[in-house]
């Protein structure tokens, strides 16, 4: 559980270093990637231990699609929310889709 967690903060800060200053557009890019940089730095520190820890319980394949799941996840509320993006019927397609695709890296054949 501490490995989701670590992972779900990690991906909080990503997503504000990767998407963040889509509503400051005016600011100049050279500010918005040291910016970026800072904010993704602290990810980092969430990252390196979620992935350290997590190894010891689930292979690098089952980490990879954790965090792919709580990018997506992550992602989702942070363009509803704050991008004010409209959520569309074709995206729980693919999400579903890629759910499936968890399922399969998760099922012990």
């Not at 989701?4 to 050279?30: C, E, R």
Request: aromatic share 20%.
């Amino acid at each position: 559980m501490l490995t989701i967690a670590l992972l779900l903060v990690s991906n909080i800060f990503m997503t504000i270093a990767w998407y963040g200053h889509l509503k400051y557009k005016d600011a100049p890019l050279w500010i918005v990637i040291l910016a970026s940089w800072g904010i993704a730095f602290v990810e980092y520190c969430f990252q390196v231990p979620a992935n350290r820890i997590g190894h010891a319980h689930f292979s690098a394949a089952q980490l990879k699609t954790i965090q792919e799941v709580i990018t997506l996840v992550v992602f989702t509320v942070f363009s509803v929310v704050y991008l004010k993006e409209q959520f569309k019927w074709n995206y729980i397609i693919g999400f579903v889709l890629i759910a499936a695709g968890a399922f399969f890296v998760f099922k012990k054949w």
